[in-house]
């Protein structure tokens, strides 16, 4: 090679290599993790092979890899009949949207998601503004309490709700949109499955009263594999069952906004080994049928550190489930469980400890008679509650320490 080209070269590597460093922090770009800063300081975004924006609704067979980063550029729906497979250690990032255009990934009914991360590489939904890559587990940039920066992931089913008729539409998505609608007839539906996957910053409203949670699942049928699942800094509740018939296990809601845990309409499968740390509002709403049809759902195993939470349980007199093995802790004056049940009332209701505040009396957190089923205990002396090592290694609640607790 002759000197000057070798010279030219060398520069040409020097001016790619200075555009190409971190600082633009547009949450817009739709291929942000090629963020360059020019010399002036404003932002350049140069097109990237390894980043793929998706803007159409998803009708056919369609797999997401590893190797790239996808970005959410509006509400994106697996229509029915179409199945989105998402390979383990893939980030999604999901651009900014408002109101009505508000970004998630919807599972229409009749569509599916497989998404199946691993311990080592778990698949993360995450907003744009958020600098983490591939290999990575915690965020870089954003904290563990930012949150509404996107919607979330919503699954919707054929298993049966107990609502105003078998089929309506779910919160978070625009009546204009069909793909909303969730419920049937079918319990075994199957919408896929998904495992060891992180969803954060996410639960923007689209109206007042209207908002989309960390993960939705509506009218999911019990086919639906779901396990090991974060949800991290949602606006709205870390997870809502809207009927259906479908188990979730191993389960981590951190930073919820609203809700940590929120069931309606009968919703008749089983939670099983969960944290909860920190909600907004409630630790569990746990609602009755809005409709005729009734089922009962299990919610056991599980350990909950209040923290700022507004309150421990908040029941309907109509709730119906079987409520077992909780620990709760990080306790302040004002929080309760608020009543029992007067309708239905719990099938089995056994084995709940507390590590009370200092000072703190049993009945003025635990309520209307589930005083009887309760006992205070030394912190770290509980004996039920979730198995944490599950959920340690690949969580970023787990590798930022936040679980050592538990």
Same mark, same amino acid.
């Given at each position: 090679?002759?000197?000057?080209?070798?010279?030219?070269?060398?520069?040409?590597?020097?001016?790619?290599?200075?555009?190409?460093?971190?600082?633009?922090?547009?949450?817009?770009?739709?291929?942000?993790?090629?963020? &360059?800063?020019?010399?002036?300081?404003?932002?350049?975004?140069?097109? @990237?092979?390894?980043?793929?924006?998706?803007?159409?609704?998803?009708?056919?067979?369609?797999?997401?890899?590893?190797?790239?980063?996808?970005?959410? &550029?509006?509400?994106?729906?697996?229509?029915?009949?179409?199945?989105?497979?998402?390979?383990?250690?893939?980030?999604?990032?999901?651009?900014?949207?408002?109101?009505?255009?508000?970004?998630?990934?919807?599972?229409?009914?009749?569509?599916?998601?497989?998404?199946?991360?691993?311990?080592?590489?778990?698949?993360?939904?995450?907003?744009?503004?958020?600098?983490?890559?591939?290999?990575?587990?915690?965020?870089?940039?954003? @904290?563990?309490?930012?949150?509404?920066?996107?919607?979330?992931?919503?699954?919707?089913?054929?298993?049966?709700?107990?609502?105003?008729?078998?089929?309506?539409?779910?919160?978070?998505?625009?009546?204009?949109?069909?793909?909303?609608?969730?419920?049937?007839?079918?319990?075994?539906?199957?919408?896929?499955?998904?495992?060891?996957?992180?969803?954060?910053?996410?639960?923007?409203?689209?109206?007042?009263?209207?908002?989309?949670?960390?993960?939705?699942?509506?009218?999911?049928?019990?086919?639906?594999?779901?396990?090991?699942?974060?949800?991290?800094?949602?606006?709205?509740?870390?997870?809502?069952?809207?009927?259906?018939?479908?188990?979730?296990?191993?389960?981590?809601?951190?930073?919820?906004?609203?809700?940590?845990?929120?069931?309606?309409?009968?919703?008749?499968?089983?939670?099983?080994?969960?944290?909860?740390?920190?909600?907004?509002?409630?630790?569990?709403?746990?609602?009755?049928?809005?409709?005729?049809?009734?089922?009962?759902?299990?919610?056991?195993?599980?350990?909950?550190?209040?923290?700022?939470?507004?309150?421990?349980? @908040?029941?309907?007199?109509?709730?119906?489930?079987?409520?077992?093995?909780?620990?709760?802790?990080?306790?302040?004056?004002?929080?309760?469980?608020?009543?029992?049940?007067?309708?239905?009332?719990?099938?089995?209701?056994?084995?709940?400890?507390?590590?009370?505040?200092?000072?703190?009396?049993?009945?003025?957190?635990?309520?209307?008679?589930?005083?009887?089923?309760?006992?205070?205990?030394?912190?770290?002396?509980?004996?039920?509650?979730?198995?944490?090592?599950?959920?340690?290694?690949?969580?970023?609640?787990?590798?930022?320490?936040?679980?050592?607790?538990?």
């Amino acid at each position: 090679m002759k000197k000057t080209n070798l010279l030219f070269a060398v520069l040409f590597l020097v001016a790619v290599t200075s555009c190409q460093k971190k600082g633009c922090t547009d949450p817009n770009a739709t291929n942000y993790n090629t963020e &360059a800063e020019k010399d002036d300081g404003n932002c350049e975004y140069a097109t @990237d092979e390894t980043t793929v924006s998706i803007t159409d609704n998803i009708t056919t067979n369609t797999t997401w890899t590893a190797d790239k980063v996808y970005i959410l &550029a509006s509400r994106i729906s697996v229509e029915s009949g179409a199945e989105l497979t998402i390979e383990a250690g893939t980030i999604i990032k999901a651009q900014a949207g408002t109101g009505p255009n508000s970004t998630a990934l919807l599972i229409a009914r009749g569509g599916k998601l497989f998404a199946n991360g691993t311990a080592d590489s778990p698949i993360i939904f995450t907003s744009v503004a958020d600098e983490i890559m591939p290999g990575e587990k915690a965020s870089p940039n954003l @904290d563990p309490t930012l949150d509404g920066l996107w919607g979330g992931l919503i699954i919707l089913g054929n298993a049966p709700i107990s609502a105003s008729s078998n089929a309506i539409q779910i919160e978070g998505v625009p009546p204009s949109d069909a793909n909303g609608l969730y419920g049937g007839s079918d319990a075994t539906d199957n919408s896929g499955s998904i495992t060891y996957i992180s969803i954060r910053h996410g639960g923007a409203n689209i109206g007042e009263g209207n908002e989309i949670n960390g993960l939705t699942l509506g009218g999911v049928g019990s086919g639906t594999v779901i396990s090991n699942i974060e949800v991290v800094a949602n606006q709205d509740d870390g997870i809502e069952f809207f009927g259906g018939t479908v188990n979730v296990s191993n389960l981590i809601i951190w930073n919820a906004g609203d809700d940590a845990i929120d069931t309606d309409q009968a919703w008749s499968g089983t939670l099983n080994n969960f944290i909860v740390i920190n909600p907004g509002d409630e630790c569990f709403e746990l609602d009755g049928p809005e409709g005729s049809a009734s089922g009962t759902h299990t919610i056991t195993n599980g350990s909950i550190y209040a923290g700022n939470a507004q309150g421990l349980v @908040d029941l309907d007199d109509n709730s119906n489930l079987i409520f077992t093995n909780q620990y709760f802790f990080g306790l302040a004056a004002g929080q309760d469980f608020d009543q029992m049940p007067t309708v239905d009332g719990f099938l089995d209701a056994s084995n709940f400890q507390v590590t009370l505040p200092v000072g703190g009396v049993l009945t003025d957190f635990f309520k209307g008679g589930s005083d009887a089923f309760t006992i205070e205990v030394t912190e770290g002396t509980n004996t039920v509650g979730a198995d944490a090592s599950v959920l340690t290694g690949w969580s970023w609640a787990g590798i930022s320490g936040n679980l050592s607790g538990f």
